[in-house]
């Protein structure tokens, strides 16, 4: 598997040391790699289509447009790109959940975190290709499972929402076994991709897009585990 990788900071003394740190676990892991770089945002930006990334390493104390923006404007164009936000500074850790970040690393960068990190990442970019093949409409639709925000159960079928609305007659326990682990069932009428979530409160679960669906009595803490988990 060969995997691009972009990193964007401006010290080019961090840039270095995180270009060798890929070189390292490219090394351990025997994945060919591709590196860019680039020293901020805008220049990130300007080179995108020439450079379209797997993987970006991301500073966010940046002149200009700082690295939480970028996140924002990269993530609205490319779903599957895994972003992990490279910072000296804990505050901005909320922030990832309005990207789906995978992952922050805090300055200075730990190798072995670092290597573990790029591991899940292209654990992650491998997941994120699979396509469920579902019977809906008359017709056949190969739906990227990435796409999936959540499904819920309709009398005696299912309705999947993703970039569309799929009806289709399965349970969830079917379609749970076409899933993996960023999916969670909440309560027995919802599965949810942990990845699309924005916040929970007791009663309420919250999506990026500010859709919201009732969670049940004793969910909470369960959601909220699986989406430390998952992180």
Not at 26 to 45: K, N, V, Y
Request: charged share 30%; aromatic share 10%; with cysteine.
């Amino acid at each position: 598997m060969s995997v691009k990788i972009c990193i964007c900071d401006d010290d080019s003394e961090e840039r270095a040391y995180i270009r060798s740190l890929v070189r390292d676990w490219e090394r351990r892991s025997g994945t060919d790699t591709d590196i860019c770089e680039f020293p901020d945002a805008e220049a990130f930006l300007f080179g995108y289509e020439d450079s379209v990334p797997d993987v970006v390493l991301l500073d966010i104390e940046m002149p200009g447009m700082n690295g939480v923006e970028l996140a924002k404007r990269l993530r609205a164009v490319n779903k599957l790109v895994q972003i992990v936000f490279i910072t000296g500074y804990s505050e901005y850790i909320a922030e990832g959940y309005e990207v789906a970040a995978l992952h922050y690393l805090l300055k200075p960068v730990s190798p072995e975190k670092f290597f573990s990190t790029l591991d899940r990442a292209v654990e992650r970019l491998e997941t994120d290709g699979r396509k469920l093949v579902i019977e809906a409409g008359g017709e056949t639709v190969l739906l990227p499972v990435y796409e999936i925000r959540y499904i819920e159960v309709v009398r005696n079928y299912i309705t999947i929402h993703a970039g569309g609305d799929y009806t289709v007659k399965k349970t969830l326990k079917e379609i749970g076994e076409e899933l993996d682990d960023r999916f969670l069932k909440v309560g027995r009428s919802y599965i949810v991709n942990l990845r699309y979530v924005s916040r929970v409160t007791h009663t309420e679960l919250f999506f990026l897009n500010n859709e919201k669906i009732p969670i049940p009595r004793g969910a909470y803490e369960t959601v909220n585990r699986a989406i430390i988990r998952l992180k």
